[in-house]
């Protein structure tokens, strides 16, 4: 069964340093999306991305985050100046086109476990 | 304030117990999701109910969507050990303009053998 894939699954960082969190979407899906999940807290939407562009953006997705699609398969999340406070979760999750089914059914990654030292 | 409320925070049954686990908003959604996540992995989608009313069933758990699309329950049935982990709802409310989904901050529940 396809999934989605994310690597790596625990980046350990020093605060300041750029970290790129890599997200492989499930293969004929066309929307992909960024959330966060600080340990004992919710899920948190960071970002949508569809036909190569930023769909939404959460108060959370400021001008330190980044998304982009250098290829057809990948699909990544740079943080360019890592804080304490991004210690978390980061989930990629993608869903089909919304002709094919319902957008909002998503598929989630396993995660990448951020530790901002 | 939380746009989608879930109920309980924690619950804590022995196998073969039935539960019901609640997501409650004062919005409506086009639709809601239901999801499973266990420590340190990413949720897992279960079901969507998209219907006002809606009810659907997954073996021995039964998804239901209110009539208005404010609210959404899951009963376990005769719960198992396996069923153990964090229950999820979320969707997107009409009134926002723009897809932005929306997570509770779940339920989580123990089955003990």
């Known amino acids: 069964e396809p999934e989605v894939t994310q690597t790596p699954s625990h980046q350990v960082t020093q605060m300041g340093q750029e970290v790129i969190l890599r997200c492989v979407p499930i293969s004929n899906h066309l929307y992909f999306y960024w959330y966060r999940q600080i340990l004992g807290q919710k899920v948190e939407f960071l970002v949508s991305f569809y036909n190569n562009e930023i769909s939404e953006k959460s108060e959370i997705f400021d001008d330190q985050f980044s998304v982009e699609r250098p290829d057809g398969s990948n699909f990544t999340l740079k943080i360019r100046s890592t804080k304490l406070e991004d210690s978390a979760m980061y989930f990629c999750a993608s869903s089909v086109n919304s002709d094919l089914g319902d957008p909002y059914e998503q598929y989630f990654g396993p995660g990448t476990r951020l530790t901002v030292t | 304030t939380q746009l989608l409320e879930q109920s309980p925070q924690f619950l804590s049954i022995q196998e073969g117990e039935n539960l019901t686990v609640y997501c409650n908003s004062s919005?409506?959604?086009?639709?809601l999701q239901w999801y499973r996540q266990e420590p340190g992995e990413g949720p897992v989608l279960l079901v969507t109910?998209?219907?006002?009313?809606e009810v659907k069933k997954l073996k021995r758990l039964t998804f239901q969507f209110g009539d208005a699309r404010k609210d959404s329950s899951l009963h376990i049935t005769a719960a198992q050990p396996g069923d153990t982990g964090l229950y999820l709802c979320?969707?997107?409310?009409?009134?926002?303009?723009?897809?932005?989904?929306?997570f509770g901050r779940g339920t989580s529940l123990i089955v003990h053998p």
């Open positions: 109910v998209v219907t006002g009313g």
């Open positions: 979320a969707g997107e409310p009409l009134s926002g303009g723009s897809y932005i989904p929306t």
């Open positions: 919005s409506v959604f086009s639709s």
